[in-house]
């Protein structure tokens, strides 16, 4: 118990003095997550409203590969990446192995389907005449798709912040492909790793900490946008 | 529809190149990847030895630290360009299949055999690392292993090994698979013996419950090599870069700080250097 | 064969789902400035057909002129679906004021501001909820959000506007106003207009036309006195409210009605059919007069009425239908007429009550008998 508080005490520190190492790695962590975040939004969000509003043959077998990648074991996801960028892989010549990039691309991958599943979730219990509706007041596909997506808004949001949660809070591929290079390629889920592994309890505590702050503080602002907008 | 999915993938393509692109990481040649054991990066030695080389060469180390098998297989495959390791038997037969080059010795530091201060299977002062194992078989004391094939892993298993004695399966044999540092947490939790290096030992003391029990054997000899993988066999391992940091970690300068380090936060130091001596020699 | 105002001609409309057919129109034509109401029961199509007609049901087999031009080759499917406006039975309004709601279909046109606020402000105000521009659409009443949906439809302009049973999610209370105002948006626009309704009331009082459907057929088009009062077929005529509807044979030709044979009594006509013929009668409820005086004859022998059909009958029933009294009886044949409450009372009708029945020759309207 004492070792909780001594690691909160610890947190307090190495936030309150701007600890350089600390602060590199959660920044780092932010943009790691936060840009795969915007990649899984871009994709996730076309390649869900794709799905949910046309007709193909097979589409009941792609829906349930969606959901089922929604529950893809991040660590999984690591070895297959690692596997693609390694030197004698099909990738490897773009050297990204262990680097931000690659720890990017594997989260990438990680919340994109989470995305794209409550993508196809949101759109599919929007009215089903509603699509009727904007046709007939002259939309072209494009702008469909645009009204379409602003009326799912709320829970595309949610898709936003669980991606985000799926990502910011991943261990298993970040560690695989990215290295956990000091100053490089090192975020507060495998710092944290590391340090417990070294047996420095208080310091991962104080990474545990931080990164549960950093996680609640962006879910705190997402969630008071979508909760302004919530039917009164 | 079609036009707007290859938008949007276009977009993410360049978000994302933006983004890989955005970090300060050097292009090709001068990435080195370094393959070594997590025990190696706790210890702390390579915080202070990296940047260092780095500032000195320009190149920029990628240190992987895993256990000591993935590190000899990464090796294997030309995934990395050199290794620093502490498994002879494993490296000697990397050597011989001929995936590395001139294997370097660089240092040593040693293993202890740590347990509860009651000690129970009463080893305290064996000089013997292969008779006190002996004593806690015949004790069926609890004896906790990492059981994760690291370096420190695969000494354990050759001490067993040698004393004749077979502890898989039996109760008071205990694995966890997990790293030095937390395998000494747990061993101190339960009470057992287990065999740790001692630089990990050392950092964690003030919180364990555990004592020095057997040390000096030569058989806890822990040695390190640096490796460099064969370029003949992957070509595009970088071999310069291997084998600029070889020669640094062999130096005598780096050498020199091997030495000293740990002295003023340990009292003793961790390591000891040993470039250009002999295996046989040491220990003596 | 369209004429000189058809804004939209369709031939050989044929929509076939899962193997069964559900509309088949090979001719339906749209004048200028008409509103056309398609009514029909649950099921006949009558949705289908309207969303054919707006192009937004695929596939469907046959050509659909807008003006003349074909829809899809001559005429660019986005202009036509520009030119038209399709208001639902649910609101479907979006996730936002009323304002944006209203000036949708204007933005999605690429408007400038300054015109869409104006023409928002000029479509709020015809339907009476101007005051409502900044609501949240989450928080309207069933009427409101109807009017909005309306409002929306017009803010455009429409050539054509069409409409699929907008009034029926709606409360008596919220119906009569918006379908009054509706009128009235209408009428004053001359938009050309046409509506869905499974409401017969309904089309008679707004439709200047009247297409009977069934099973994806249009059985009969016509003005509405026409189609109430001279229904091409049974079906036509049992929907359309006829309540009396008797089979029989034509007994008696003469020079202006003919005599039919129904069970064991003689209805007179005034059409021409061979004698022979097997027909159908169609009686209109409110063309039949109850009297409870015995006679029938005048003392000097002639006809106390001009009515030519005089009939003893007992009253089976009688059933209140809102504003009047349906009253179910038995001349011989069964037969329907509608009374007033105060008529009901002043005469005493109830069941066993013995009436006279008479109707005139020119309100028995005769089908042929296929």
Partial sequence: ?232 | MKRLLCGLVIVCALLFAAAAGAQQAPAGQRNIILATTTSTQDSGLLDVLIPLFEKKTGYFVKTIAVGSGQAMVMGQKGEADVLLVHSPDAEEKFMAAGYGVNRRLVMHNDFIIVGPPVDRGGIKGTKSAGAAFKRIAGAKALFMSRGDNSGTDAKEKAIWKAAGIAPEGQKWYQQTGLGMGQTLNVASEKQTYTLADRGTYLALAKRLDLVILVEGDRDLLNIYHVIEVNPARWPKVNAGGARAFADFMVSPETQAIVRAFGVDKFGSPLFFPDAGKRVEDLGK | MSGAGAVIEGRGLRVTRGGSVIVDVPSLTVEEGEVLSLIGPNGAGKTTLLQTVSYLTKPFEGDLFFRGQRVGPECPVLTYRRAIAMVFQEPLLFDATVFENVASGLKIRGMKRVVIRQAVAESLSRFGIAHLSDRSARSLSGGEAQRTSLARAFAIRPDILLLDEPFASLDPRSREPLIEDMQAVVRSTGTTTVFVTHDLMESLRLSDRIAVMDRGRILQTGPPEEVLNAPVDEFVASFVGVGTILKGRVKKSGRDTVTVSVSDREVESACFFPVGSHVILCIRPENVTLSVQDGTIREDGGPVTSARNVFPGTVTGVTPMGFYQKVSLDCGFPLVSYVTMQSRESLKLAEGRRVTVSFKATAVHVIKKE
């Fill in chain 1, 1 to 232: 118990m004492e070792l909780i508080v001594e690691g909160i005490r610890k947190a307090f520190w190495l936030l309150v003095t701007g600890d350089p190492e600390v602060m590199g790695i959660t920044l780092l962590s932010l943009r790691v997550s936060g840009l795969a975040t915007l990649v899984s939004l871009v994709i996730g969000v076309a390649a869900g409203t794709l799905v949910a509003l046309t007709r193909f043959p097979g589409r009941g077998f792609v829906v349930s590969l969606i959901n089922t990648g929604m529950g893809l074991p991040p660590v999984v996801v690591g070895l297959f990446v690692t596997i693609l960028l390694w030197r004698s892989g099909p990738l490897g010549f773009l050297g990204m192995l262990y680097t931000p990039g690659a720890m990017i691309l594997a989260q990438a991958v990680i919340a994109t389907p989470i995305v794209m599943g409550i993508t196809l979730a949101a759109m599919q219990q929007l009215p089903k005449k509603l699509r009727l509706q904007i046709l007939a007041l002259g939309a072209t596909r494009l702008q469909l798709v645009w009204i379409l997506t602003k009326e799912a808004r709320l829970p595309l949001l949610a898709a936003v912040m669980a991606g985000f949660g799926g990502v910011i809070s991943e261990v298993g591929a970040s560690i695989m492909v990215g290295g956990n290079i000091k100053g490089y390629s090192r975020v507060l889920t495998t710092a944290t790793v590391m340090e417990t592994s070294r047996g420095n309890f208080d310091t991962a505590i104080a990474l545990g900490i931080i990164l549960l702050a950093l996680a609640f503080a962006v879910n705190l602002v997402l969630t008071h946008i979508q909760q302004k907008e919530r039917p009164r």
